[in-house]
């Protein structure tokens, strides 16, 4: 079983909608969430980084980490075209290591 | 400010050979990581650099080896090339807790 698991989609969506992408972890050490997103034939980008349980919003995106569940979940409001991409969470255990730990990616596309 | 750059982008070597990718961090970036992404595993961490020492090390054979100089660029070799090291290699450097990607190199065995 790999460390950390994702749904590797894809999903499609119309534009505004609310979309909803999650991670589940086994490590109960991680206690660095990431999410990145990645246009084709790109690097991925930090999208947003959270220490906690809870939420933290940005913009038009909020992370949430459940870690009482292992679980951890990117929401995406009003959802447009450019945000089609694959989206990638990471976590890592703190302090002391960055060895960054990956799911697989989601692929969004969103329908104009 | 500039970004992570890699060189080369693309890459198309033979079973056997040997390869050196080159990764230069943002500017004041001490630290260089480098992954192995590919579709079925995704995004797998290779190993880290700080200050030109390895810090970190991911479950990858011995084949693949990677070193940092003092102006903090970093170098990644992978000797006697097979089919499964096709994959796109990316570098990123970090500060603090946020780490920062390139655009990677391609990377094609024959």
């Known amino acids: 079983q790999k460390e950390v698991e994702q749904d590797p989609g894809p999903l499609s969506v119309p534009e505004g909608a609310i979309v909803s992408l999650n991670c589940t972890y086994s490590?109960?050490?991680?206690?660095?969430f990431m999410w990145y997103r990645q246009y084709s034939r790109k690097g991925p980008e930090l999208l947003m980084y959270?220490?906690?349980?809870g939420n933290k919003e940005d913009g038009r995106f909020t992370a949430q980490v459940d870690k009482s569940s292992k679980y951890i979940s990117l929401f995406i409001r009003d959802s447009q075209p450019s945000d089609s991409a694959t989206y990638l969470c990471?976590?890592?255990?703190?302090?002391?290591?960055?060895?960054?730990?990956f799911g697989t990616g989601t692929r969004l596309k969103v329908l104009a | 400010k500039a970004g992570v750059t890699q060189t080369p982008r693309y890459l198309i070597k033979t079973r056997g050979q040997q390869v050196t990718l080159s990764c230069s961090p943002i500017?004041?970036?001490?630290?260089v990581s480098w992954y192995q992404q590919t579709p079925g595993q995704g995004l797998q961490f290779l190993f880290e650099y700080f200050s030109e020492t390895q810090r970190n090390k991911g479950n990858f054979p011995g084949r693949f080896s990677g070193r940092q100089f003092s102006n903090s660029r970093s170098e990644m070799n992978v000797s006697t090339l097979e089919l499964g090291d096709s994959a796109l290699y990316l570098c990123?450097?970090?500060?603090?807790?946020?780490?920062?990607f390139g655009p990677g190199t391609r990377l094609t065995v024959l």
């Open positions: 990123a450097s970090r500060v603090g807790d946020e780490q920062f």
């Open positions: 500017s004041g970036h001490r630290s």
């Open positions: 490590n109960s050490a991680f206690q660095y």
């Open positions: 959270t220490y906690s349980s």
């Open positions: 990471a976590m890592s255990v703190m302090p002391g290591t960055y060895k960054y730990i």
